[in-house]
């Protein structure tokens, strides 16, 4: 029964390349979300997903990111020229459903680090 | 627009004893959830308890239980019998009770040290 699943847990880029994180829901979740944790601060929501569907990007920034849930195969969260402002953990979560009823399940986090 | 406030940067606790912590939030929603994450030093968000806005009856797990103050928009985390395994950052969180609107707001923790 494995849990939500992000890979990789620790990614180290250069300013102006591109990071792409991946997040694999829990089996039977249809529901994604990804939230960035700055250094000492709180979760911030970025992106709101359902297959094939973006629901919710209020959280993200306009420019340089970008997020997808394919049909098939995990979530993608995309961070174009990045930037050292960008370093940062990304946490995906997933839920059966969607609303509060239905918890949101976390996985481990990426960890950005921008050179 | 929904903010979370956690006025503890920091707490500590010796083992056994009980832990209070403090949030408010803000909100002109009159339905929404609330929700305390624990994040151990392994980073994995847990969710720890949560209780919905329209109960009156506050929410327990274990040894875990809230101070639910509506009109005060109040939402404390005590912790009994505090075990060296509750060392983590502890995150309030608050959800609208909207179709479509469920994503979190967090607010930036606070830091528990249960001490031997």
């Known amino acids: 029964n494995a849990g939500v699943m992000q890979n990789p847990r620790h990614l180290v880029r250069r300013r102006g390349q591109e990071a792409r994180l991946r997040c694999s829901p829990m089996?039977?979740?249809?529901?994604v979300y990804w939230y960035r944790q700055l250094p000492e601060e709180g979760l911030k929501f970025m992106v709101y997903?359902?297959?094939?569907?973006?629901?919710?990007e209020s959280g993200m920034p306009k420019e340089r990111f970008s997020a997808e849930f394919p049909k098939e195969g995990p979530s993608i969260l995309r961070i174009q020229q990045v930037v050292r402002g960008d370093s940062a953990a990304y946490f995906c979560?997933?839920?059966?459903?969607?609303?509060?009823?239905?918890?949101?399940?976390f996985g481990p986090g990426t960890r950005l680090t921008v050179l | 627009a929904q903010t979370v406030t956690q006025s503890q940067p920091e707490m500590s606790v010796q083992e056994a004893e009980t832990v209070t912590l403090s949030c408010t939030y803000d909100?002109?929603?009159?339905?929404?959830?609330l929700f305390w994450y624990k994040q151990p030093p392994s980073r994995q968000m847990i969710l720890v308890i949560r209780?919905?806005?329209?109960?009156?009856q506050n929410a327990t797990e274990n040894r875990f239980s809230v101070n639910f103050q509506k009109a005060a928009k109040s939402f404390s985390l005590k912790i009994s019998d505090s075990q060296l395994g509750d060392t983590a950052m502890y995150f309030c969180?608050?959800?609208?009770?909207?179709?479509?609107?469920?994503?979190?707001?967090f607010g930036t923790g606070t830091r528990l040290t249960v001490i031997p």
């Open positions: 979560a997933s839920s059966q459903g969607a609303d509060a009823v239905n918890e949101q399940f």
């Open positions: 089996k039977g979740h249809s529901h």
């Open positions: 997903l359902q297959k094939e569907n973006i629901i919710d």
């Open positions: 909100t002109s929603e009159n339905n929404y959830y």
């Open positions: 209780q919905e806005a329209y109960k009156q």
């Open positions: 969180a608050f959800m609208k009770h909207a179709a479509g609107a469920n994503n979190l707001f």
